[in-house]
């Protein structure tokens, strides 16, 4: 499964691919990929809600890329990649299944983690949406308090949720997803707005001077 994350650059910003690699060695977690100060501190939030979410971290060794390299990723909002991605590569490696194992198709994952294992609001969802969109990514998975967000950008199906076990069973049920749907036509319109030829406009009231 491909794991992607979005780091913003003022108005616009990159996708970032999440990769996790489990090796033999002292238990640690190791982040590459020139991440910020809290990029690298989503190591233990990211521990301890994994932990207190009733599921094993695992024993060995885990590597965590961050790519591409040479970017700088920053804020909280890789939390929650990251724990789904090392989630889903210790549950294969434990039922060895190997590509069986496999979700194929990729997925947008945002979201700052508590260490209790709910998950918080971020910033830049629509953003990272129309960019995943662009780039051919239909799912995402967001803040409970996100989702709407994500589902105004067109072609974006997203699931929101409150807690890290609600992410991580959502990967395996697709129906979880939802949005608006391929036409642009019928993306989001505010409520109570007037769409006249394609342009959004105001409710009018017709009042004295």
Known sequence: MQIFSFSPFGYEGSLVA??????RGIPSVDLVGLADGAV???RERMRSAIRNSGYDFPLERVLISLSPADLKKEGAGFDLALALAVLYENSRANKGCGQNCEVSEPV???????????IRAVKAVHA???TAAGAGIKKCIVPLANVAEAREVAGIKAFGASTLT???ESLQHPECFSGIGEDTEQAFV??????????????EEPELD
Do not use: Q
């Open 190 to 203: 505010p409520e109570g707005s007037v769409k006249i030829e394609s342009v959004l406009f105001p409710p």
């Open 18 to 23: 999440v990769e996790v690699d489990l090796r």
């Open 128 to 130: 990272a949406a129309a």
């Open 108 to 118: 947008l994952i945002m979201g700052e983690l508590e260490l209790s294992g709910s």
């Open 166 to 168: 609600e992410a991580f």
């Open 40 to 42: 690298k501190e989503s």
